[in-house]
C-alpha cells in the first residue's frame, strides 16, 4: 500500500476556500467592524511582510472568536458539499488513480477542520489540517495544536504514520507551505510538475 498526501488549497482545488469561507461564516456586522482593523494584516500578508500562517491565525481570530461551535459547523457541512466543483481535473484524475490502487490518502491542509471534515468523510480520505479551538461550546477564534502549514504539516504526517509502513509515499503540493511535506516523498509533484521520482 502506498500512501499519497495532498494539499488542499491550489492543488486539488482551483482556487482558495479558506477566504470564502470566511465571508459565508462571519456575521456582516463583524466583517464591518474587522475588517478596517485588519486591512494592515492582509497589506503586510500581500507584499510579504508576513506569512500566510499568520495571517490566518489573525484573520480567525477576527472571525471566530466567541461564535457558536454547532453553528459552524453547520455552515462547514453545507460549504463541504460545495467544494467538489473546484476539483482541478489532474487532480481528480491522481485521486482516482490512487483510490484504484487502494493507497491512503491524506488531505494536509491549513484550511479548517470545520469544512474539510466533512468534505474528506464524504470521499473516504485521511485529514490532517488547522482545527478551530472551542471551548463549552464556543469558539476560541485560535487553533487547537496551531497552525498546519510549513514544518507542521511534515511534523504531523510524521508523527500520524510511519511512513516505513507504506511501500511508497507520494505528496502534492503548490506553495513554499508544502515543500517540507515534498521532502517527505518517494514521488513528489510541485504545481502538478513531478519534482522527484
Known sequence: ?????????????NKDTY????YLSVPKWRLLVCYPILIPVIAAY???LIGGSITRRIISKFAFWQQDEQHIKAIGEDYAASLDQLIQ???LERLQW?????DTIVVVSASLNVYLTPWCRQHGFKLISAELESKKGKLTGSYRNGDCSGAAKSN???????????DKVYAYGDTEEDKLMLELADVSYYQWQKVTD
Do not use: C, E, Y
Open 1 to 13: 500500500m502506498n500512501l499519497a498526501l495532498f494539499d488542499f488549497d491550489g492543488t486539488i482545488t
Open 19 to 22: 477566504t470564502p469561507f470566511i
Open 46 to 48: 500581500k507584499w510579504q
Open 89 to 91: 481535473p489532474q487532480a
Open 98 to 102: 490512487h483510490q484504484l490502487q487502494g
Open 156 to 166: 504531523r504526517v510524521s508523527a500520524q504514520f510511519d511512513l516505513q509502513d507504506f
